[in-house]
């Protein structure tokens, strides 16, 4: 199968669990002898079928390399890629300029489209962006959505997540991304329920992220805890607003046992997170971005992973590390309940500092050994060999509605 892959975050001009994902599902699906082809933001791309559209050379969102029109993205492509026609399938995994592009392209060559929606855009607005400006800026990219793909439906606000006119907005942008698929795929079932609440009528299917094959392949222990020794904490997520890296380090400032905090990853609260960790003397190491190979070998000196965001509907690619590498995890949001291992995990009564500082403090060292023979029980499950299977299925599906169109 030849697939065309459109995404706004792509590496190395962004990072994230959403772009080692997609990368992961590009070799992996080239590995079973499918031809892949990425378009994304960038510049001079290294990476063998990896096509850079054409992109703002001084723009930037969180550090991501941003995408010129989609128009001009178009423009581009073809002009790169004259035979656009001969893709069997066209696979979306945003919702900006170049994920635009891919949809209109998908349906000017009548193409089959399957859409993933890996994340909730309405609270990337709600905790990134100022509080005057958040309306405006929710409005504007509402607007320029709508003049790219024709929206067809309209989220109203109300008290389940669209809680503000702002909020509103991006959710019409999102289930309108949606709409436009053959098939959408979602990390998760929580997230896809709610795409569906707001008017998604294709089909939703959840297909989780996934690790390397290679991962599962070398041996890891369980991890153990004596009474009263150093909890070692694994932070693997951006320094960012969103991952809410302050939160954490406030509930870490006030814990009543020994630990130690190792923070993996780059982001917009970095310096802030440094330097509240520095005022308040936290035995916290920061090792900014790093490759996933020694971050993934020190998992297994570590007794727990930390994922502090909340209400995002993400999955994580620190929950799926940390279950192909034997390593309990903590949370604060419900939902992440659905994506690890019963008993495998500590979750926080609420998302704030005193309610994560609580279930930290009362983790037993016994837990820990059980919860990490729970995440090796069943690490296999994770392996981007087992969700590429979900993922062909996906795209057969897709190519089945759309010959039925």
């Known amino acids: 199968m030849k697939i065309a892959i459109f995404t706004d975050l792509y590496a190395p001009w962004a990072d994230g669990g959403v772009v080692a994902s997609i990368k992961t599902q590009k070799q992996s699906l080239e590995g079973l002898g499918h031809e892949v082809v990425v378009f994304c933001p960038g510049f001079e791309a290294r990476e063998r079928n990896v096509i850079t559209v054409p992109s703002h050379k001084k723009l930037r969102i969180n550090g991501a390399v941003v995408a010129k029109r989609p128009s001009i993205v178009e423009e581009y492509i073809l002009s790169e890629m004259p035979d656009f026609a001969s893709f069997d399938l066209v696979h979306v995994q945003y919702e900006a300029s170049c994920s635009i592009a891919g949809v209109r392209l998908a349906r000017k060559f009548n193409l089959p489209?399957?859409?993933?929606?890996?994340?909730?855009?309405?609270?990337?607005?709600?905790?990134?962006?100022?509080?005057?400006?958040?309306?405006?800026?929710?409005?504007?990219?509402?607007?320029?959505?709508?003049?790219?793909?024709?929206?067809?439906?309209?989220?109203?606000?109300?008290?389940?997540?669209?809680?503000?006119?702002?909020?509103?907005?991006?959710?019409?942008?999102?289930?309108?991304?949606?709409e436009y698929a053959d098939i959408v795929t979602t990390p998760s079932r929580h997230f896809a329920r709610k795409l569906e609440h707001y008017g998604v009528t294709k089909p939703v299917v959840a297909v989780s992220n996934g690790v390397p094959d290679e991962l599962i392949e070398t041996e890891v222990q369980p991890r153990s805890l004596e009474d009263g020794a150093v909890l070692k904490m694994l932070w693997n997520s951006r320094t960012s607003k969103e991952k809410r890296i302050l939160p954490f380090l406030q509930a870490?400032?006030?814990?009543?046992?020994?630990?130690?905090?190792?923070?993996?990853?780059?982001?917009n609260q970095l310096k802030k997170a440094k330097r509240f960790a520095q005022k308040h003397n936290l035995k916290v190491r920061f090792y900014g971005a790093v490759k996933r190979e020694r971050i993934l070998e020190k998992m297994r000196s570590t007794h727990l992973a930390i994922m502090a965001s909340y209400n995002f509907d993400t999955q994580g690619m620190t929950l799926l590390e940390a279950e192909a590498m034997g390593l309990p995890v903590f949370f604060c949001d419900p939902a992440m309940v659905e994506i690890v291992p019963k008993e495998s995990f500590v979750l926080a009564d609420g998302p704030e500092a005193a309610a994560m500082q609580i279930a930290l403090d009362n983790i037993q060292a016994a837990q820990i050994e059980k919860m990490s023979k729970k995440m090796l029980a069943s690490r296999k499950e994770v392996t981007q060999a087992v969700q590429d299977k979900k993922m062909l299925a996906a795209y057969e599906a897709a190519l089945e509605v759309h010959r039925q169109k």
């Open 113 to 178: 489209l399957v859409q993933t929606m890996h994340g909730r855009e309405d609270m990337a607005i709600a905790v990134n962006i100022p509080h005057p400006f958040k309306f405006l800026t929710a409005w504007a990219l509402n607007f320029a959505h709508g003049r790219c793909l024709k929206h067809s439906i309209k989220v109203r606000r109300d008290r389940f997540q669209a809680l503000t006119f702002t909020r509103a907005k991006m959710w019409t942008l999102m289930v309108n991304q949606a």
């Open 252 to 267: 870490v400032a006030m814990l009543n046992r020994p630990y130690i905090l190792y923070v993996y990853g780059n982001g």
